[in-house]
Nanobody, 124 residues
Framework: VQLQASGGGLVEAGDSLSLSCAASGITFSRYTMGWFRQAPGKEREFVAAIRSTGHRYYADSVKGRFTISRDNTQKTVYLQMNSLRPEDTAVYYC???????????????????WGQGTLVTVSS
């Protein structure tokens, strides 16, 4: 199983950025896909997730600014980030799990597979 995240970079506050995570080795359409982030000196936190049904879930801190989507034919999950803020600076990770229950969707410890992370830096 491989999750390959990409799209990170250095942007200014208010800018937009789109992350991608390409999966291989899994039956992608069956999996809940999540995005998490970890800022320097902080714990990993949930950002967004999308279930195999297409239902989406967001952290309050990104709701209305970020959009998660998936393309099952491309086996890729996306994170469109708008109105970026300096506090969005972090390494962003994608994760996958096939049997995740709804109550665990924000718990990174419940995801089986993780990508390598992509750095997003937002300057003020």
């Amino acid at each position: 199983v491989q999750l390959q995240a990409s799209g990170g970079g250095l942007v200014e506050a208010g800018d937009s950025l789109s992350l991608s995570c390409a999966a291989s080795g899994i039956t992608f359409s069956r999996y809940t896909m999540g995005w998490f982030r970890q800022a320097p000196g902080k714990e990993r936190e949930f950002v967004a997730a999308i279930r195999s049904t297409g239902h989406r879930y967001y952290a309050d801190s990104v709701k209305g600014r970020f959009t998660i989507s998936r393309d099952n034919t491309q086996k890729t999950v996306y994170l469109q980030m708008n109105s970026l803020r300096p506090e969005d600076t972090a390494v962003y990770y994608c994760a996958a799990d096939e049997r995740l229950i709804l109550s665990s969707i924000r718990d990174g410890d419940q995801y089986d597979y993780w990508g390598q992370g992509t750095l997003v830096t937002v300057s003020s």
